[in-house]
């Protein structure tokens, strides 16, 4: 059994003097209970471990929900000899923000967005046109916060998605889509929403 502790509120950057003189999406508006010891162990990028069915890597942060869903999909996992490793769980705005910043960069496009230097998730103005550029260009990425339209805020922020990877993807999101119908998922306080086959990771969107 693992112990499932609560960690301290932890307010995610939203509340900076800058973005105070700007319209707030109420959705964004949010302070997730972030799990400290969520029982999960961290795995080094490199290292390969199959004595546990879930691990993740380091900085990924759970919410108390999302570690136990976590550790339920583990114990699938283990109890049919797969293993899989979270790549990301809850994002700050703020963070999402900076994985369009970084997408924009890798594909050489930095000076086409000069907003994008100073931007806030709080403003659409300053990360909506590169947002739109990288989902013209295929390039799969959630928005920061809700800005009308397609852009909706990644659940990321919500703490209601989680990422996983493993040997293989396609493998991987059957998996998941197993265990989602599982005696143990009923166990989850998190039900499995969807499940997306992104590039680099299976997308998991959660629900109460
Ligand atoms: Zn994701």
Redesign the pocket.
């Known amino acids: 059994m693992i112990a499932i502790t609560m960690g301290s509120l932890i307010a995610p950057n939203l509340a900076t003097a800058k973005s105070r003189h700007h319209r707030r999406p109420a959705r964004n508006s949010h302070s997730l209970a972030l799990s400290k010891q969520d029982g999960i162990s961290v795995i080094g990028k490199k290292r390969q471990s199959a004595s546990n069915g879930i691990v993740k890597r380091a900085g990924v942060q759970l919410t108390a929900k999302q570690a136990a869903f976590a550790s339920k999909f583990g114990q699938y996992l283990k109890s049919v000899g797969e293993t899989a490793v979270i790549t990301?769980g809850t994002r700050s705005p703020q963070h999402q923000l900076s994985i369009i910043k970084a997408r924009v960069n890798s594909i050489g496009a930095a000076r086409k967005f000069p907003e994008l230097r100073n931007a806030t998730a709080q403003r659409p103005s300053t990360w909506l046109r590169a947002w739109d550029y990288l989902r013209a260009r295929h390039v799969p990425v959630y928005a920061p916060s809700s800005a009308g339209g397609e852009a909706l805020a990644s659940n990321?922020t919500k703490g209601l998605?989680i990422?996983f990877i493993s040997g293989s993807l396609d493998h991987l999101a059957s998996l998941v889509r197993s265990f989602s119908h599982s005696h143990l998922a009923m166990l989850s306080p998190l039900r499995v929403a969807s499940i997306a086959r992104e590039p680099g990771?299976v997308?998991v969107n959660l629900m109460k």
């Open positions: 990301s990321h998605a990422d990771c997308h």
